[in-house]
């Protein structure tokens, strides 16, 4: 996720500091809205699973 | 759902740094888009391009930064693009988000990118979940 943030140019804390996320009222770290679209051509089965089960982002392994 | 005191004519935009080859690269490896008409010159010009494009999602992430800048992300409830031109390496990205209506606590925003020649790339809308901040002293 860091090099995808890297690669967008997202500098923003609550993207990248946990702490900052959480004052920003997420319960982890925000991903990009994005980023799920690189995991379905990376790891295309995790993807499906996040979508059926509608798992939160956060719960997701980087 | 996010209080929020926006404007309905609020704008914001976004000026991207030109894009680069190295840029191009980095996005390929992050994302495992590795189309080679986004990073070979070669290939590109095999294809009819003076020299490779960018991936189109990068052009969506960029707009993304900045619809997920008009509302926090936790905010968003759908939002899409639709790619109407190419953006060749070189090129310089402008992205924009404009508030077009709040009825309730729905937002909608058209959002949209255009290159340094004025070519617009891809435009399309957001939609938030957004509460309207209330006069302090209603109950």
Redesign the interface.
Known sequence: VTAFLNAIGEQRAEYRDRAAAEAASYRGLPVPPTYLFTLELERPVIAYLVNVLAIRWEAVPA | VIRSAVRSDQELALT??AITHE?LI??A?????RNPLHIDPTAARAAGEPDVIAHG??L???V??L???LF???A?SS?HLRFVAKTPVGAQPTCHARIIDHIGDLARAEIWAELDDGAVVTRGEAVYTVRRVRNLDEH
Do not use: H, I, K
């Open positions: 991207l740094p840029r980095a996005y490896d992050a994302s495992g888009d999602m990068l969506m992430a960029y993304g930064r619809v997920t800048e926090p992300q936790s968003l939002w």
